[in-house]
């Protein structure tokens, strides 16, 4: 048995992409997933295809700019399964476009989801895990979080925040472990919510090579899969032939 069998993981933004690949990956090793997001829909799908795979999985609607439902949501996960611990902190949008373009409430959304979003994941879980004494914080931040890329100024802001706020935390604290995946450019859904011409374009180019979520998911059971005294603190994974 892995390290990973019979641990119970909450997901964020679960319904496509790294997080339904890492519910499928971690659901295959053994854990218990819990998986959220708004499109439940395709949660139930998901759901339906662990369980057919002999997997243990349960299924939240949850929107990550609520914190009450991201405090339901780790409440529900213990309820479930009398624990948590591993809140993987995935769900993220990224409506690209030049600063120029004054689209501020793509920002906000942006700043709503990526960041507060997080925040909100951090304060579900951190109670639960600090009353078991134990549990593993997982903040998915980017390529992005490391370097600005062009029309990716505030998408670059919101992951290298979640950087800072996921090294924050595992200085606070000595019981719990917290991990960054950050991914290179990702077969997934997350480009299409680009509305702007000029940053469309810049990402068909930026975009071109990807690896797949499951390439992402298997970093992320790495880390999960590492012994209790190990924190394994950030893994960037990204395409070979990609430059960035
Ligand atoms: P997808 O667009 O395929 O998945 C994003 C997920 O986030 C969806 O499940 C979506 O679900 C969920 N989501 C968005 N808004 C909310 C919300 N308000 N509440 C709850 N869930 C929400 O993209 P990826 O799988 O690529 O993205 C996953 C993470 O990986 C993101 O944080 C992204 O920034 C990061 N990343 C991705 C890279 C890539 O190249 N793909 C590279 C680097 C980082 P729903 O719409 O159903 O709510």
């Avoid at 120029?100 to 879980?125: F, H, Q, S, T």
């Avoid at 604290?173 to 859904?189: A, K, L, N, Y």
Wanted: one cysteine or more; glycine letters at 8%.
């Amino acid at each position: 048995m892995s390290a990973i069998a019979g641990k119970v993981v909450a997901i964020t933004g679960a319904s496509s992409g790294i997080g339904e690949a890492s519910a499928r990956v971690l659901a295959a090793a053994g854990a218990r997933v819990v998986i959220g997001a708004r499109r439940t829909d395709r949660l139930e799908s998901l759901a339906a295809a662990i369980t057919a795979a002999g997997g243990e999985v349960r299924v939240r609607p949850l929107d990550v700019t609520s914190q009450a439902e991201v405090v339901a949501f780790a409440g529900f996960a213990r309820q479930a399964f009398g624990r948590l611990d591993v809140m993987v902190n995935n769900a993220g949008v990224m409506p690209l476009s030049p600063l120029a373009a004054l689209r501020v409430a793509e920002w906000d959304r942006m700043i709503d989801v990526n960041i507060k979003g997080v925040l909100y994941g951090i304060a579900a879980a951190l109670p639960i895990m600090e009353e078991q004494g134990n549990g593993q914080i997982v903040n998915v931040s980017s390529i992005g979080g490391h370097h600005v890329s062009p029309t990716a100024a505030v998408y670059c802001a919101t992951k290298f925040a979640v950087r800072a706020i996921s090294d924050g935390l595992r200085q606070e604290t000595d019981r719990i472990r917290v991990t960054v995946i950050s991914p290179g450019t990702t077969t997934s859904e997350l480009a299409d919510s680009i509305g702007d011409p000029t940053a469309r374009e810049a990402m068909e180019a930026f975009r071109a090579v990807t690896i797949s979520p499951e390439a992402v998911a298997a970093a992320l059971a790495y880390a999960i899969g590492q012994p209790d005294d190990v924190d394994v603190s950030e893994i960037v994974v990204r395409p070979t032939a990609s430059p960035h």
